[in-house]
Nanobody, 121 residues
Framework: QVQVVESGGGLVQAGGSLRLSCAASGSIFSINDMGWYRQAPGKQRELVAAITSIGTTSYADSVKGRFTISRDNAKNTVYLQMNSLKPEDTAVYFC???????????????WGQGTQVTVSS
């Protein structure tokens, strides 16, 4: 079993910052890509940022220059530093981690439960 737990969401004023964390634990042999998604009310879930196992990053155009994704492989943890937050960043943020549970197993996606980020104007 693999557990994925996010933390760090909350309420912040426009222009402020938040740092999200997501830690994976349990039966893990290896972790590949890690990413952050978000879903606002009435909208589809969208990819915000992703980072590969070798540290290559990618971002949605709407967050480029404001958000930074990073990972700590020793801790099986991925972070999302969010600066210059805007009201349109308000959403539930989900962590997604691609895990191999054993050397011979296939890669599988695991999701966290989500953490609410609310940006007031």
């Amino acid at each position: 079993q693999v557990q994925v737990v996010e933390s760090g969401g909350g309420l912040v004023q426009a222009g402020g910052s938040l740092r999200l964390s997501c830690a994976a634990s349990g039966s893990i042999f290896s972790i590949n890509d890690m990413g952050w998604y978000r879903q606002a009310p009435g909208k589809q879930r969208e990819l915000v940022a992703a980072i590969t196992s070798i540290g290559t990053t990618s971002y949605a155009d709407s967050v480029k220059g404001r958000f930074t994704i990073s990972r700590d492989n020793a801790k099986n943890t991925v972070y999302l530093q969010m600066n210059s937050l805007k009201p349109e960043d308000t959403a539930v943020y989900f962590c997604n981690i691609e895990v191999k549970r054993a050397k011979w197993s296939t890669w599988m996606d695991y999701w966290g439960q989500g953490t609410q980020v609310t940006v007031s104007s």
